[in-house]
């Protein structure tokens, strides 16, 4: 079992930045692809991005890509979503998740999941 916990969402006014964490525990962090995904109100879960087990890999969604950058720290057990120049749009609640074999755009492929954290955009 991996437990995740996402922290640092919050509220900041449009052209803000924000950087979340994603701690995990239990199995060995540095086993796992991670993704970011996130769900507004009203809608589905998309994904927002991953990375690879060891960092060298990363893949954005087009809504976010140049704006946002994962990071990890195998270390620490911990991997990041910083977020830069938000809007309105990337209000919701964001979540990690882990995989033990590799990131992937479809949530239903990941093994772990965090409680989530609320991100809110103001204009």
């Known amino acids: 079992q991996v437990q995740l916990v996402e922290s640092g969402g919050g509220l900041v006014q449009a052209g803000g930045s924000l950087r979340l964490s994603c701690t995990a525990s239990g199995r060995t962090f540095s086993n796992y692809a991670m993704g970011w995904f996130r769900q507004a109100p009203g809608k589905e879960r998309e994904f927002v991005g991953g990375i690879s087990w060891n960092g060298a890999n990363t893949d954005y969604a087009d809504s976010v890509k140049g704006r946002f950058t994962i990071s990890r720290d195998n270390a620490k057990n911990t991997v990041y979503l910083q977020m830069n120049t938000l809007n309105p749009e990337d209000t919701a609640i964001y979540y990690c998740?882990?995989?033990?074999?590799?990131?992937?755009?479809?949530?239903?492929?990941?093994?772990?999941w965090g409680q989530g954290t609320q991100v809110t955009v103001s204009s």
């Open positions: 998740a882990a995989d033990r074999t590799r990131y992937g755009t479809s949530g239903r492929m990941y093994d772990y």
